[in-house]
Antibody
Framework: EVQLVESGGGLVQPGRSLRLSCAAS????????MHWVRQAPGKGLEWVSD????????RYADSVKGRFTISRDNARNSLYLQMNSLRVEDTALYFC??????????????WGQGTTVIVSS | SYVLTQPPSVSVAPGQTATITCGGN??????VHWYHQKPGQAPVLVVY???DRPSGIPERFSGSNSGNTATLTISRVEAGDEADYYC???????????FGGGTKLTVL
């Protein structure tokens, strides 16, 4: 079964850091680009970042650029999101998602259940 | 920057057809993908590349895309279709993934 399981969320004060993890199973992890997408309470989906299979191309949303760092460890079938200088507006449910192969566009066909990040003093 | 516009809500009676739109400048030149998200659950891809369905998604879900509007159509709506629906594109100008604001489908 193809599965993504996020972890690492929690309550953190503004300005502090947090590292999210996503454990992948059931597919050949290093064949696929991976994404982080977040959802603030009661709001819609917001793309955060993505990384291709060999970490050779990384992209970030403007709202997190310079503060968040995406990375992956293909040997461990894991995706990470290092979040620094956290702000109240980063409070959200963070999903990791797998990208479908095979087109000059982005389609996310497998999602984890998410991990909650709350930034509050 | 590129913007995707969805109606906040759509209501439909069971057995009828629901139409959810996603507006964007010349969106017909982009590939549009649709997700549904039920409360407390992760999003699920229901239509990709404008009109294709992942395995396991009923034929009742279909999509189209032309001009400035992409459309998700759900035929013979069931109570279980009640969810938030999001359109999504990849914007080649910003090189970002973009989501629409979401549409809450209510089955009356």
């Amino acid at each position: 079964e193809v599965q993504l399981v996020e972890s690492g969320g929690g309550l953190v004060q503004p300005g502090r850091s947090l590292r999210l993890s996503c454990a992948a199973s059931g597919f050949t992890f290093d064949d696929y680009s991976m994404h982080w997408v977040r959802q603030a309470p009661g709001k819609g989906l917001e793309w955060v970042s993505d990384i291709i299979w060999n970490s050779g191309r990384i992209r970030y949303a403007d709202s997190v650029k310079g503060r968040f760092t995406i990375s992956r460890d293909n040997a461990r079938n894991s995706l990470y999101l290092q979040m620094n200088s956290l702000r109240v507006e980063d409070t959200a449910l963070y999903f990791c998602a797998k990208e479908m192969q095979g087109a000059a566009t982005v389609r996310l066909d497998v999602w984890g259940q998410g991990t909650t990040v709350i930034v509050s003093s | 920057s590129y913007v995707l516009t969805q109606p906040p809500s759509v209501s439909v009676a069971p057995g009828q057809t629901a139409t959810i739109t996603c507006g964007g400048n010349n969106i017909g030149t982009k590939s549009v993908h649709w997700y549904h998200q039920k409360p407390g659950q992760a999003p699920v891809l229901v239509v990709y590349d404008d009109s294709d369905r992942p395995s396991g998604i009923p034929e009742r879900f279909s999509g189209s895309n032309s001009g400035n509007t992409a459309t998700l159509t759900i035929s013979r709506v069931e109570a279980g279709d009640e969810a938030d629906y999001y359109c999504q594109v990849w914007d080649n100008i910003s090189d970002h993934v973009l989501f629409g604001g979401g549409t809450k489908l209510t089955v009356l």
